[in-house]
């Protein structure tokens, strides 16, 4: 079966978040004072070839724990599913 799994990585929220800041702090010379605490991580599409969604996430997972995701600075969620 072929999965699709939508991942996206975001830096703690006990870090500091630099491009973040930079863009929340931009807003207001673009007239969006409103908008503030922007967090700026990224999101990564794969699919995956696996005989369960089980072993499919846990796959995922395996991807973001050793390459996608810097864990010191970063937490990850996705979501799975079957295509």
């Known amino acids: 079966m072929k999965f699709i799994a939508e991942i996206n990585v975001m830096p703690h929220k006990?870090?500091?978040?630099?491009?973040g800041k930079a863009v929340s702090?931009?807003?207001?010379?673009?007239n969006l004072s409103e908008i503030k605490n922007?967090?700026?991580g990224k999101h990564i599409s794969l699919e995956i070839?696996?005989?369960?969604?089980?072993i499919a996430s846990k796959?995922?997972?395996e991807a973001c724990e050793k390459m996608l995701c810097n864990?010191?600075?970063?937490?990850?969620?996705f979501k799975l599913e079957k295509i």
């Open 38 to 40: 922007v967090r700026i």
């Open 49 to 54: 070839e696996a005989q369960t969604k089980e």
């Open 71 to 77: 864990q010191i600075m970063e937490s990850f969620e």
């Open 25 to 30: 702090s931009s807003m207001t010379n673009i």
């Open 14 to 19: 006990s870090l500091l978040d630099p491009q």
């Open 59 to 61: 796959k995922v997972n």
